[in-house]
């Protein structure tokens, strides 16, 4: 029997903005806002063949006990204005941004997109998210806002609206010419009318086909209606699974869902968001990683994020001591407004938190770092190699966002140690191979070809 070829590793580096995973007191951290900042990044994917660069959005600064969440005081770019600027210092690195179907209209969406998929001769990537908070909404439509349950109604009409506007731009024809020879005849804008219960629209499409038709649709939403949504839309699927036992049960129940759709196994790539810590030795790694924790988990990030649960003023506590004695208010609503609540049942969290910090000694800093999020990869560039290609093998992903924690260095490292390992391992490729994004992923073609021949003129 032979043996099955193995899965090429996808990876993407993801722009370490406005996060709790980025280290800002580091010397080596620089502005997340400087254009020189994104280059760097995006430069250094490229030269270590990495499939695209990922960049966040935020429509509004959260907020957190009425004050602005003090990650957001750096502020929030447009996505789609760097991703631009970008194509043009890159050529081969796929270019993908997280943009809002709630807040957004399909025909500007889709003229974007289309735009950028021209600027970057066929790179272009969005991934879709949704959202239902009229804090956010106020920015938008004077405090109006989506149920909750509409969410993914709107996203997956917004996706279907936006690839028929791509779809009515007629295709380039290849003319044979007896006299002239063979030439390219343009393709000519078509009509498109889309009537649904979401947007009722028509008229006539202003770009062109672009060289992806479609661009690579990502999407970010874990629950049952994120992933079947995934399933009938996306190309990919940008997962928070990456410990692997959990990410095979996503990996298969994800792809489980496309065969309904008409769909092949590999048409939808699963990438989750990862990060690492690289050492000389495992020991080195291992401290290293530790410092990191620290660094990300400062005393005022920690009482900023046990205050999320606890959905109370704590600044009075201190993070080296021990958890309040009293219990998280769930009579009011959130103090955190513009993101997501991690802990749907604040009193079944808060008595599992004290559990543990008992079990183990921990202060409310020590907790706060085991409990809010994990160094994915961490050991020499060896182990770490060898850790995601057995990840990616044993079908806990097809790839991997890279998240580093230093903004814009922190993949730096990781290219020049790390990709030569995957690359001798033949699991990653050493020179590009295809132009467009789609082909680096390994993606069927969107939409009608993008040119066919045609009868002799």
Do not use: C
Not at 121 to 130: E, K, S
Not at 233 to 256: C, E, M, N, V
Not at 397 to 405: E, I
Not at 434 to 447: D, M, Y
């Amino acid at each position: 029997m032979s043996t099955p070829p193995l899965k090429q590793v996808i990876l993407a580096a993801y722009f370490p903005g406005v996060n709790n995973t980025t280290v800002w007191s580091d010397p080596r951290s620089k502005s997340q806002i400087e254009f020189s900042s994104f280059v760097h990044l995006a430069k250094t994917a490229e030269r270590g063949k990495l499939d695209f660069f990922f960049l966040a959005e935020g429509l509004r600064l959260r907020e957190q006990g009425g004050k602005i969440h003090d990650l957001d005081t750096v502020g929030r770019p447009d996505t789609l204005t760097v991703l631009a600027a970008l194509a043009g210092v890159t050529t081969h690195l796929g270019l993908a941004g997280t943009l809002n179907a709630t807040y957004h209209e399909p025909y500007e969406m889709a003229r974007q997109l289309a735009t950028l998929d021209h600027l970057s001769n066929g790179r272009a990537a969005w991934n879709v998210v949704t959202s239902s908070d009229a804090f956010t909404g106020e920015n938008f439509r004077s405090g109006g806002f989506l149920d909750y349950a509409d969410r993914y109604v709107r996203a997956g009409e917004f996706i279907e609206t936006a690839r028929q506007l791509w779809d009515s731009w007629a295709a380039d024809e290849i003319v044979a010419d007896k006299e002239s020879g063979t030439f390219v005849r343009h393709g000519l804008p078509g009509s498109f009318a889309h009537h649904g219960a979401q947007f009722d629209i028509s008229g006539q499409f202003n770009v062109p086909r672009s060289p992806q038709v479609h661009p690579v649709i990502l999407q970010a939403g874990d629950s049952d209606g994120g992933r079947e949504l995934a399933a009938q839309t996306a190309d990919a699927i940008f997962s928070r699974h990456s410990i692997l036992g959990p990410a095979r049960k996503f990996y298969a129940d994800a792809k489980g869902r496309l065969a309904k759709y008409g769909r092949e196994w590999d048409d939808m790539k699963i990438l989750p968001g990862v990060s690492f810590v690289l050492g000389d030795t495992p020991q080195d790694a291992a401290e290293q990683a530790h410092l990191v924790r620290r660094q990300q988990v400062s005393p005022q990030t920690a009482i900023l994020l046990l205050e999320q649960v606890w959905n109370r003023d704590l600044s009075n506590y201190d993070a080296e001591g021990p958890l309040p004695d009293i219990d998280p208010d769930v009579s009011t609503t959130s103090i955190i407004q513009g993101r997501a609540r991690m802990y749907p049942d604040p009193l079944k969290t808060a008595r599992e938190w004290r559990e543990l910090a008992e079990a183990k000694k921990l202060s409310i800093r020590e907790l706060i770092m085991e409990t809010s999020g994990r160094l994915t990869f961490v050991g020499t560039p060896g182990q770490v190699a060898e850790s995601m290609n057995e990840f990616v093998q044993t079908d806990g992903s097809d790839g991997f966002v890279l998240a580093p924690h230093l903004t814009p260095t922190g993949l730096d490292g990781f290219v020049d140690t790390v990709v030569p390992l995957l690359q001798e391992r033949g699991v990653l490729r050493t020179e590009y191979e295809t132009t467009t994004l789609r082909g680096h992923l390994g993606l069927p073609a969107a939409g009608a070809p993008r040119a066919r021949k045609v009868a002799t003129a």
